[in-house]
């Protein structure tokens, strides 16, 4: 790993958690080091970390990627430390009234993104990572797997950008720049692959993993998934709405797969609680 620099965390102190990596920003306020959970391989984070570069070199608003870094036990990379950032739940979190604008602005936004045709000759497809996800993660069961890649096949192809892990968690702002951040699943596809995750996030999470992914209750994720969607659709039409809603479903289960077999590193059965939902939206 001679690619990797060794970092000491006694020069860090601990800002985030997400779903597979912690972030520490650096004591001299210039960088921020994410490192992934133990047992996530390097080539993780080197694929991330790629993709970063190839993000910002597109030009979409996010920190510089600097180098890629290494604890001793996990791995990660390091970036530009926005000063004074903080986080769209971050600030709902601390300032309630501001769900409805940061929703609002946030579909904005999400719709500037879609709207960006997408470098194909450097990006992943995410119907392609997805896939690749399914067909090598061995705990799969097969039943399951049949039923995924058979629903993955019947998706439509696109070649717009994607954030890839989109929610409202996922973009910060210094009150003159908005940027996004957690880009490694960057990639192209239709924006279901998405908008989907911004709905799973409303629907399914509990009132703990809320409160530390995000800093939100859920009924403030379901009231901004309410808001956001009438806003990136234009539309408040509730007959409308509950058919857009309905179509993320067979995303949903197929992106909960690509994420939670990352993070099992294709090894191990999923839990049954995820296999039965998993199938019941799949069916």
Request: a negative charge.
């Given at each position: 790993?001679?690619?990797?620099?060794?970092?000491?965390?006694?020069?860090?102190?601990?800002?985030?958690?997400?779903?597979?990596?912690?972030?520490?920003?650096?004591?001299?306020?210039?960088?921020?080091?994410k490192?992934?959970?133990?047992?996530?391989?390097?080539?993780?984070?080197?694929?991330?970390?790629?993709?970063?570069?190839?993000?910002y070199?597109?030009?979409?608003p996010?920190?510089?990627?600097?180098?890629?870094v290494?604890?001793g036990?996990?791995?990660?990379?390091?970036?530009?430390?926005?000063?004074?950032?903080?986080?769209?739940?971050?600030?709902i979190?601390?300032?309630?009234?501001?769900?409805?604008?940061?929703?609002?602005?946030?579909?904005?936004?999400?719709?500037?993104?879609?709207?960006?045709?997408?470098?194909?000759?450097?990006?992943?497809?995410?119907?392609?990572?997805?896939?690749?996800?399914?067909?090598?993660?061995?705990?799969?069961?097969?039943?399951?797997?049949?039923?995924?890649?058979?629903?993955?096949?019947?998706?439509?192809?696109?070649?717009?950008?994607?954030?890839?892990?989109?929610?409202?968690?996922?973009?910060?702002?210094?009150?003159?720049?908005?940027?996004?951040?957690?880009?490694?699943?960057f990639?192209?596809?239709?924006?279901?692959?998405?908008?989907?995750?911004?709905?799973?996030?409303a629907?399914?999470?509990?009132?703990?993993?809320?409160?530390?992914?995000?800093h939100?209750?859920?009924?403030?994720?379901?009231?901004?998934?309410?808001?956001?969607?009438?806003?990136?659709?234009?539309?408040?039409?509730?007959?409308?709405?509950?058919?857009?809603?309905?179509?993320?479903?067979r995303?949903?289960?197929?992106?909960?797969?690509f994420?939670?077999?990352?993070?099992?590193?294709?090894?191990?059965?999923?839990?049954?609680?995820?296999?039965?939902?998993?199938?019941?939206?799949?069916?």
């Amino acid at each position: 790993m001679d690619n990797y620099e060794k970092i000491n965390l006694d020069d860090y102190f601990q800002t985030g958690e997400g779903g597979t990596a912690l972030t520490y920003n650096h004591k001299d306020g210039k960088t921020l080091a994410k490192l992934f959970m133990p047992g996530m391989g390097a080539e993780t984070a080197e694929r991330e970390f790629k993709v970063n570069k190839v993000v910002y070199d597109m030009g979409i608003p996010t920190p510089k990627p600097i180098r890629l870094v290494t604890d001793g036990t996990r791995y990660g990379a390091e970036y530009e430390l926005i000063p004074n950032k903080r986080s769209f739940t971050r600030i709902i979190s601390q300032e309630p009234e501001q769900l409805e604008p940061l929703s609002i602005l946030f579909a904005k936004l999400a719709k500037e993104l879609h709207a960006k045709e997408a470098d194909t000759s450097r990006l992943p497809s995410m119907k392609e990572l997805v896939r690749n996800e399914i067909v090598r993660w061995q705990g799969l069961p097969e039943d399951l797997r049949g039923m995924a890649l058979g629903a993955l096949d019947a998706l439509p192809d696109a070649t717009t950008s994607l954030h890839g892990d989109l929610h409202i968690g996922n973009i910060i702002t210094d009150g003159q720049r908005n940027l996004w951040i957690d880009v490694g699943d960057f990639s192209y596809g239709c924006p279901e692959w998405d908008l989907c995750m911004i709905l799973h996030v409303a629907q399914h999470l509990s009132e703990q993993r809320a409160d530390n992914v995000f800093h939100l209750k859920p009924e403030m994720l379901k009231k901004h998934w309410e808001i956001f969607s009438a806003a990136y659709y234009g539309t408040t039409n509730p007959t409308v709405l509950e058919s857009k809603q309905k179509e993320l479903s067979r995303y949903i289960a197929l992106k909960q797969l690509f994420y939670i077999g990352k993070i099992y590193n294709g090894a191990g059965a999923p839990p049954d609680a995820i296999i039965a939902m998993t199938k019941q939206l799949l069916g």
